[in-house]
């Protein structure tokens, strides 16, 4: 069975510092791979995802993940924190592409940007 | 386009009331979710659906109903509502891989 471990339910960085949000998962075949991001009170909204091709994967608001099959990792990074990048952060896998497939959710890493 | 949206945005029951929670989308996607989400749990599955009239259960799909009379809506409904069902509430669509949320409804149960 699939599942998502992200490392780590809070990260605090300071404004402009690196970020780097964790992602493992466990799938018997190649899945596809999603980060969502969750603003206080809001829905999620898709960051970038995975599906095939380049493993280096470019999102929204300046984030990239890199697909590394080897260690089964999909973390999300970002050079320069900004404060408006204070939000949960969701990593999610699916088996089913293109079909509208169930998506099995980490359980979040809640970002802190420190001014 | 609307996108997803989602009643009530808050709601408290008390035990063994019943309630619907609904969802109505207006981007003529055939796949439609329910997902709760609980602090520290991520998001779990309660209810999907491929298209009108087709539902089939998630994850966690105890002490819930679903129906999907049309394209556009997905009521999740509750029976008996128990104190375990207090969360907040998920609607989600799709055309493809990546899905569409909904505002969110917090329920609590007491």
């Known amino acids: 069975a699939q599942s998502v471990t992200q490392l780590g339910s809070h990260v605090s960085v300071s404004e402009g510092a690196l970020v780097l949000l964790r992602c493992n998962y466990s799938?018997?075949?190649?899945?596809?791979l999603f980060w969502y991001v969750q603003y206080p009170n809001q829905g999620l909204q898709l960051l970038l995802k995975?599906?095939?091709?380049?493993?280096l994967v470019k999102g929204i608001n300046g984030f990239e993940a890199e697909f590394k099959k080897s260690e089964t990792s999909f973390h999300l990074t970002k050079p320069s924190a900004h404060m408006s990048d204070a939000a949960e952060y969701f990593c999610?896998?699916?088996?089913?592409?293109?079909?509208?497939?169930?998506?099995?959710f980490g359980q979040g890493t809640e970002l802190s940007v420190k001014p | 386009n609307a996108g997803v949206t989602q009643t009530p945005k808050f709601r408290i029951l008390k035990i063994g009331q019943s309630m619907t929670l609904q969802c109505t989308q207006d981007?003529?996607?055939?796949?439609m979710y329910w997902y709760r989400q609980d602090p520290g749990m991520g998001l779990k599955l309660i209810y999907y659906?491929?298209?009108?009239?087709?539902?089939d259960k998630g994850e966690v799909p105890n002490g819930y109903n679903v129906s999907r009379s049309t394209t556009e809506d997905f009521p999740l409904r509750l029976e008996l509502a128990a104190p375990s069902q207090t969360s907040v509430y998920f609607c989600?669509?799709?055309?493809?891989?990546?899905?569409?949320f909904g505002p969110g409804t917090r329920l609590t149960v007491l």
């Open positions: 999610a896998v699916s088996l089913i592409y293109n079909q509208g497939g169930k998506l099995i």
């Open positions: 989600a669509s799709a055309a493809t891989d990546e899905q569409f």
């Open positions: 995975y599906t095939t091709g380049a493993t």
């Open positions: 659906s491929v298209g009108a009239g087709i539902t």
């Open positions: 799938s018997s075949v190649p899945p596809y």
């Open positions: 981007m003529n996607h055939n796949y």
